[in-house]
Structure formats: structure tokens, C-alpha cells
């Protein structure tokens, strides 16, 4: 699987929504997409990936394209 | 109840989104609103953490006006029913939603807050005593409501100044909302000593919250256990957030492990952690462990607050004496509250509970007096710290779909539901999803071949633990 597959993967399963839902996707933008499901989808992320993510990274989290640049630009995941 | 006067020159409270508003100010649109609504009368309060929420607030419990609160985000059909169930004078709630009531005068606004005036017909009498209408369960629009009197509400909120040793110079952030009764007694004990309250709709996981909570210095803020599940993966212990003092948890028992570990952290760093129990029916708080014996006694909630008392009773009422023997535990003590209401015409009861409540938690003491929870008498989880009833989530379904065989049981935090039919499994879930108002990830769905029944046709829901519970 891809790293782009997996990132996916991770918010799908977190708030169990089809992949055509994710372009643009805001946190409480969504019902799943609240405080528990944020802590669901960074468990994922982590998992996922097998990093450990920074709370400034964590609540900086706030759509899937921020997830993306966040990965790319901190923790060296490329897409 | 407030004395506003006394802190005139207090901030009472800084909203996230701009207003700071002091206790004088507070003080003269209390005035104001009662110039509007003139006499005792019950309004519907819808909530959410801002400042007109809470003003509209205090200005009904100091002026004997009965607020029931609710949700802001609570659906509309679900509003609709319990306003007519209720007939209430008026509505409290946010500009924005007002427009959903276009045949409703509005009569009074300030700080994107509306009040206004219903075309009720029926005044249903309120008793003397009664001060305040709270729900049990989280979204679910249940009628069934708290009756909680002032008397109630002035005993818990001194108690809670007492053993948390609150003064004016506390500054608490909101991390629960306000119809929520944990969330309300931080917000009245807080408004009792002159603090200033530190309002955000913000959660825990947003950038925004952590900003307000280090810009004005927040001193406390208090999590169910799901809170501090989150705070843990946000990596919590490692933030420097030299202002806090206190962390306070409720709303449900916190794993012993994780309770230990926030107990060392705050011992560590010079804080206090106290761990808290309670319910809606004895208005907030029972029970607390003091912080110096946080680690110490790990997994327990402690002992009763000021002016309480707690017993256990055997399956016979008898009274346990013994430490270490499972029995429910009881709970003698001012802030036991009136009573239930489920409809308009119970708004003219008095107090049914003499002072006594059956907590319907199941608990042990230990040699020093300690209590631990250890089960429940009910059939009812904590998810996110909210009350669902299992029996109650049961018969939503079985009105929604008919013929269908189903149970649901579980531990908290994870609600189990139990059905027969596989097509019939994502609809029931995304129908308890919509019910609760509560995230999907809470819920699991199991199909199996048959649901256990003895041959009375009762549910055996021991059998089911084996889908749940670890070997």
C-alpha cells in the first residue's frame, strides 16, 4: 500500500466514510469528526506510519490536506 | 443565589470569541431581564459555552425564573417535542437560532443571545423549591428531567468551594458543556467565590483551546474519562502549562492505571488531581478523593464531600459494616435532589426523596473508609461520560424497526448492540448513532445467531459477555 493509500485509509476507518468524502474534509465538519473521532484518527495516523505524533501536530490537525503537509513536512512521510 | 454585587469589579467571564463581561455587568442585565420577564415562570435555556448562555443563566436562578437546560445542538423535532411537552413562558437561545421560531416574539437579546416569548397557553405550576430542570442523558431528547431546588444547588456549591478550596483568583476553562451537571458546578461554585470563568466551545483537540487556555492564564478544567484518555495521546504531560493548579475528573471511573498516571504527574509537577463522583440526582457532587492521597488510593472516588454521607446496603437494605464487601451505595445529604420530572404536571411536586438517594452504583469501602466503585445495579453505560440507559437504546430500536430481535450491553465507553439480522446492522447503527448524538466509534455492532432468552423470554445478557469482556 501506498503512504497516500494508508493515509486514507486512516480517516476512513476512523470516521467510517468513503474515500470521495476526504478531499477537503474539516474537522467538525462531519459528526464522526469531533474530539473522539480526532483522537480515533491520529491513533490511526500513528499506527499507520509507526511515529509518534507532536501535540503541536496533533492539534494542528485540522483537515486532511493539513494532515498531509504535516506528515510530509515533519515526519518525513512522502506522498 | 449569586451575590453579584459583592465582585462588581470581577471579571465574571472571558469568551474565547471576544466578550469579557465583570460580575457588576452580570448584575445589571439580571435586572434587566427581570424587568422583561416579570414574574416566576419556566423558560427552555438552549446551551453551548459562550457568554450569553451563562449570563441568561444566572440572571433566571437569581431571579426565581426555572431554566431547563439543553444542548443548543439538540434537533430540532427532539426540541420541538420537549417544548410542547414543557409549554415553557420563554426561550433562551442563540441569535442565530432564533429564526426557527418566527411566530415567537423576541423580547430581550445581549451578546448573541435571544429570549423569546412563547405563545403557550398552559402555565404549569412550579413548586416553591423548584429551581433548575437538568437531563440525565446526554442528546437523546428524553422528557425526563432533574429536579434540582435552590437549597440543592447552594449546598453542592459550597461543599465544592470547600474541598476544591476555591477562591477568586481561580481562573477555570470549560471542557464540558454547561447542561451537562459536571460542567454547571464548575460554573456555579466558580460564580460563588467571585472567579472568572475562562468560556470556549473549543474542544481539547483544537489549536484554538490550548491559545485561550495560555493566553489568559487558566488555573483548572475538569474531564470525564474520555478526556483524559485524549489528554494522554495529546502528550499532555509534556505541555508546560505552569498556570494550572487543578485538574478535576468525573463523569465516570477512570481506568486505575491511567488514574495513577495522572496522579504522579500532578504530584510531580506540583498540582492537584482529584478524581470526583457524582450524578445529576444528588445535583452534582458526592464524593471526591483528596489530592494528597490521589496515588495512594488509585481506582477510588474517594470519600463524601462536606456535609454528605455515604452507606452500603446489602440485598436485604441491610447496612454494611465490613470493608471490602460489595453492596449499592447510598448517599444521605442537602444536595439530594427533588426528585424526577417527566411531564409539565410535575413541575408542582415537592421533594420525593427525603434527603436519601439510592445511587444505584454498586461500591466497596476500604479499611480507611475509601470508597470504590465497582459496578452497577442498572442497566446503563458511561459514553464520554454521558448516561445511556441500555434498556432505553433497546426500545428505540425496537420502535424503529420492526420485528427485529436485538440487545445491547456492554462496558463503558463501548456499547455493544446485539442483532439477528446482518442487512439490518448498519441501519441500526447509524439510527442510535443519530439517537445519541454521540460519535459512531462508541458503537458495535455484532450479529449473531439468536439473541440468549431464558424461557420466559428474558434476555440473558450474561451470555453476551463473552463478546465484550476479555476471557
Not at chain 2, 426565581?64 to 409549554?87: F, G, H, M, W
Amino acid at each position: 500500500m501506498t503512504n497516500l493509500e494508508m493515509y486514507k485509509q486512516a480517516f476512513c476507518e476512523a470516521f467510517e466514510i468513503t474515500e470521495d468524502k476526504l478531499a477537503g474534509l474539516k474537522y467538525q465538519e462531519i459528526p464522526s469528526w469531533d474530539s473522539v473521532g480526532h483522537m480515533n484518527l491520529v491513533a490511526n495516523i500513528e499506527e499507520a506510519f509507526d511515529i509518534m505524533m507532536d501535540t503541536e501536530d496533533i492539534i494542528d490537525l485540522n483537515s486532511f490536506e493539513k494532515g498531509q503537509e504535516i506528515l510530509s513536512s515533519n515526519y518525513d512521510i512522502k506522498f | 443565589m449569586w451575590d453579584l454585587q459583592k465582585y462588581a469589579n470581577h471579571l465574571a467571564i472571558i469568551d474565547d470569541l471576544g466578550p469579557k463581561i465583570t460580575y457588576g455587568e452580570m448584575n445589571k442585565i439580571s435586572a434587566e431581564v427581570m424587568r422583561v420577564v416579570d414574574s416566576r415562570c419556566l423558560v427552555v435555556s438552549l446551551c453551548q459555552n459562550s457568554a450569553g448562555s451563562i449570563i441568561g443563566y444566572v440572571a433566571f436562578i437569581n431571579n426565581n425564573i426555572v431554566p431547563i437546560l439543553l444542548n443548543a445542538q439538540l434537533e430540532i423535532k427532539l426540541l420541538i417535542n420537549l417544548l410542547d411537552t414543557y409549554a415553557p413562558k420563554y426561550v433562551w437561545l442563540p441569535a442565530n437560532q432564533a429564526d426557527a421560531f418566527e411566530e415567537w416574539k423576541a423580547v430581550y437579546s445581549c451578546y448573541n443571545y435571544t429570549l423569546l416569548k412563547t405563545s403557550y397557553d398552559i402555565n404549569y405550576t412550579l413548586h416553591d423549591e423548584l429551581a433548575l430542570l437538568l437531563t440525565t442523558s446526554g442528546s437523546t431528547g428524553s422528557p425526563k428531567f432533574v429536579r434540582q431546588s435552590y437549597k440543592n444547588i447552594k449546598a453542592n456549591t459550597d461543599s465544592i468551594v470547600e474541598y476544591l478550596e476555591l477562591n477568586e483568583t481561580e481562573k477555570p476553562i470549560t471542557t464540558l458543556p454547561m447542561n451537562y451537571t459536571y460542567g454547571l458546578s464548575i460554573i456555579n461554585s466558580h460564580l460563588m467565590v467571585g472567579a472568572t470563568i475562562l468560556v470556549t466551545d473549543k474542544s481539547l483537540m483544537q489549536k484554538e483551546f490550548w491559545q485561550f487556555f495560555k493566553d489568559y492564564e487558566a488555573t483548572s478544567f475538569g474531564g470525564v474519562p474520555y478526556t483524559y484518555e485524549m489528554l494522554k495521546r495529546l502528550r499532555f504531560m509534556r505541555m508546560s502549562l505552569p498556570t494550572l493548579r487543578t485538574m478535576t475528573q468525573a463523569g465516570g471511573k477512570l481506568m486505575p492505571e491511567l488514574h495513577e498516571e495522572f496522579a504522579l504527574y500532578a504530584a510531580e509537577n506540583g498540582k492537584n488531581f482529584i478524581v470526583m463522583y457524582g450524578q445529576c440526582e444528588a445535583t452534582a457532587r458526592m464524593g471526591y478523593l483528596p489530592a494528597k492521597n490521589a496515588v495512594k488510593k488509585r481506582g477510588s472516588m474517594g470519600i463524601a464531600i462536606a456535609g454528605g454521607k455515604f452507606t452500603l446496603i446489602d440485598m436485604n437494605g441491610k447496612s454494611i459494616t465490613e470493608p471490602f464487601v460489595t453492596g449499592e451505595l447510598v448517599y444521605e445529604g442537602a444536595n439530594v435532589t427533588l426528585g424526577y420530572a417527566e411531564c409539565g404536571e410535575d413541575l408542582s411536586k415537592g421533594d420525593e426523596r427525603g434527603g436519601i438517594l439510592y445511587t444505584g452504583d454498586m461500591a466497596q469501602f476500604d479499611e480507611d473508609g475509601y470508597y470504590y466503585i465497582v459496578g452497577r445495579k442498572k442497566r446503563f453505560l458511561k459514553i464520554y461520560g454521558n448516561r445511556v440507559n441500555l434498556d432505553e437504546i433497546d426500545r428505540l430500536i425496537k420502535e424503529k424497526f420492526e420485528d427485529i430481535d436485538c440487545a445491547s450491553a456492554g462496558v463503558d465507553d463501548h456499547l455493544y448492540i446485539f442483532v439477528t439480522d446482518e442487512t439490518k446492522a448498519s441501519l441500526v447503527k447509524e439510527f442510535v448513532v443519530k439517537k445519541t448524538g454521540l460519535n459512531q466509534s462508541a458503537f458495535n455492532m455484532v450479529v449473531v445467531d439468536e439473541i440468549p432468552k431464558n424461557d420466559a423470554g428474558k434476555i440473558l445478557y450474561k451470555q453476551l459477555e463473552k463478546y465484550f469482556l476479555p476471557g
